[in-house]
């Protein structure tokens, strides 16, 4: 089993709608939970982080952890095309000379 | 932006010829790191640096090397390049030991034919 699970897509949404991007994780050692961006043909840039459960909100930008499922969402609301990227969960835990472990991304396209 | 650029940016080289990316930062970050990423596996850590001279591997390190006898530089080496090891390689530097918010420089498309 993968230590962390997330749905490739492609998911195509029209413009105004809103988004739910999920990862299931296995290890419950893991402290700090992130979301990074990519856009095509750049690097990773973080987009949101927490370390507990619940909701943190951003703007159009909504992280939710539920550690007791082993799941994180990130929700976009508004959805508009300058969205339109791969986003990577990303997890951290103490003690391992600070890696990340990602998920293999979600490439979102947002259309007019 | 980070401070951290990569070069080459872009490189096409043979099977069986080495190859050395460099990351170089401008953060007097302590953490450094190397990941390749490749359809359907996502981003996958290579070798990283805690310190000048203290580096260990990640977990897909056979075949590269690396070595950072600075802390602004980071040198990532394939010492025979394979047609496996044809990836966007990305480099990261991070100053954080909690969290750990990672900056990733723009990458570097290699490819061996």
């Known amino acids: 089993q993968k230590e962390v699970e997330q749905d490739p897509g492609p998911l195509s949404v029209p413009e105004g709608a809103i988004v739910s991007l999920n990862c299931t994780y296995s290890?419950?050692?893991?402290?700090?939970f992130m979301w990074y961006r990519q856009y095509s043909r750049k690097g990773p840039e973080l987009l949101m982080y927490?370390?507990?459960?619940g909701n943190k909100e951003d703007g159009r930008f909504t992280a939710q952890v539920d550690k007791s499922s082993k799941y994180i969402s990130l929700f976009i609301r508004d959805s508009q095309p300058s969205d339109s990227a791969t986003y990577l969960c990303?997890?951290?835990?103490?003690?391992?000379?600070?890696?990340?472990?990602f998920g293999t991304g979600t490439r979102l396209q947002v259309t007019l | 932006d980070a401070g951290i650029t990569q070069s080459p940016r872009h490189k096409v080289t043979e099977t069986g010829t080495p190859v050395t990316l460099r990351c170089h930062q401008t953060?007097?970050?302590?953490?450094m790191y190397w990941y390749r990423q490749d359809p359907g596996h996502g981003l996958r850590l290579i070798h990283y640096?805690?310190?000048?001279?203290?580096?260990d591997k990640g977990e897909v390190s056979d075949g590269y090397s690396v070595s950072r006898s600075k802390t602004e530089d980071f040198l990532l080496t394939l010492e025979s390049a394979t047609s496996s090891q044809t990836s966007v390689y990305f480099c990261?530097?991070?100053?954080?030991?909690?969290?750990?918010?990672?900056?990733f420089g723009p990458g570097t498309r290699l490819t061996v034919l």
């Open positions: 953060e007097n970050h302590r953490y």
């Open positions: 927490t370390y507990s459960s």
């Open positions: 990261a530097i991070s100053g954080r030991d909690s969290y750990n918010e990672q900056f």
């Open positions: 990303a997890f951290f835990k103490a003690g391992t000379a600070s890696k990340l472990t």
């Open positions: 640096s805690y310190g000048v001279k203290d580096t």
């Open positions: 290890n419950s050692a893991f402290q700090y």
